[in-house]
DNA sequence: GGTTGACCGAAAGTGCGAATCCGGTCAATA
DNA sequence: TATTGACCGGATTCGCACTTTCGGTCAACC
């Protein structure tokens, strides 16, 4: 194998998150990177074509991490597909993540003109398949107007929530993710208990999606490495 | 009477309303504002001491003649005071008022170091009376954990939706208000329908306290004349 | 006495050459 | 042959003098 081995690779990631959260994308020198991990600046164009592509891989990784961990959830307890859990227990999984909450938040100086990385195109095919699964298994009321955009801007406050206003950032992560569990559950689920043959079915479905999903995130961390010849 | 007429003050917030639309708060000069309506500069300065003075008024002049819209519009159907339907009302109204959305956005670059004006105080204090109203009369459900911040944060979604993301912008507004009445009305509202003699009682209280809001405003913007002694 | 606009000073903007920074490369190195 | 860091050049920042803008005042005017 000539190509540049994955755990100085994970190295880099790490010291280019560190350095990301602490300083921002445009004051992050590729430099700073490779004094950080003890290596040459070139050894880091050894893994990625550009500064670009390096802080995407990083994304991408906390993509895929955080994905995985919603995964081993949902494995842990197939409930844990319903919205009114899954939606919560994102919010809390995402806000333990400040690179993606960061990220989530548009933040400019953060992120330079690191642009939106494509990974919404991803994450926008699981959202539409998540809703078609839920509204075919009766999981989800029929009577939702316009779900995908209702789902959105109902959820999207949480998230900025003391972004702007910061009248409730002493409310506990806890309590708010409590609320949104209410809001979902009231506004988007039909009223009684789900059936648990239907919630195994769908847990299983969802975790191949998610499963394909953390794989897909995965390869594109490495896909930019200049040694391996493109597909 | 010795002061500067009210009629004028109108015209220099019309025009300064305008000004500010098209080129922002720092970019308009009190200068611009005296010659759109024709006077002279000083003539400015009867009316605000200040420049950030005028721009309250202006402000609070725009949130007045908002809360008189929403009041009339409870005028004419009580019924309007159902959270169901209130809370899409303003929505609409405001959306139809680019001054306020501005400011309610945080517009930066629109409104410099143009404070929060203080009008959120009041505004606080009759939201909190809203909510407490609508639970003692049994219009809002008991069991909604922590209502402010779930009331505040489900609604946010909607008023910032496309200003990140971009992904909903095609949306008509009238659709965006009809999810947010069905959001509000599972989530918040108890089922069946309201009684029409609670529902008459609370229109009364809750007119009475806009309508105090808006004279409270509207004093706001002339409480700067400098011709008129303080209290 | 209501109104004005010339005037003031602080602050923001402009122009520009010098100095610095930093992404990306590649010949030298181990 | 994997790794490195000196090196290149484009872009950004800095320093600084100069100009312009503009909020606020007030003597003069009607």
Redesign the pocket.
């Known amino acids: 194998m000539?190509h540049?081995?994955r755990e100085?690779a994970d190295r880099i990631l790490d010291a280019a998150g560190e350095l990301l959260l602490r300083m921002g994308y445009r004051?992050?020198?590729?430099?700073d990177i490779a004094r950080a991990v003890g290596?040459?600046?070139?050894?880091v164009?050894?893994h990625w074509?550009?500064?670009?592509l390096l802080f995407q891989a990083l994304m991408m990784r906390e993509s895929a991490d955080l994905t995985d961990e919603v995964l081993r959830a949902i494995k842990a307890d197939p409930a844990m597909i319903l919205p009114h859990r899954m939606i919560p227990g994102s919010f809390l999984i995402t806000h333990r993540r400040p690179l993606v909450m960061a990220m989530l938040r548009g933040n400019a100086e953060m992120f330079g003109s690191l642009g939106d990385l494509a990974l919404h195109k991803q994450q926008d095919v699981l959202r539409a398949q998540f809703e078609e699964t839920m509204l075919r298994h009766g999981l989800i009321r029929a009577d939702v107007p316009n779900l995908s955009y209702a789902l959105s801007a109902s959820t999207l406050g949480f998230y900025l929530g003391d972004t702007l206003s910061h009248e409730f950032e002493d409310v506990p992560l806890e309590e708010k993710a409590a609320v949104l569990a209410h809001l979902i559950r009231t506004a988007f689920e039909p009223p009684g208990e789900p059936d648990p043959g239907v919630v195994a079915e769908v847990s299983a479905v969802l975790s191949s999606a998610l499963e394909e999903l953390v794989s897909s995130y995965r390869n594109g961390i490495y896909a930019h490495d200049p040694t391996r010849a493109p597909g």
Chains 1, 2 share one sequence.
């Open positions: 000539s540049p081995n100085r004051k992050v020198a590729v430099d290596i040459g600046k070139g050894t164009y050894l074509r550009n500064k670009e």
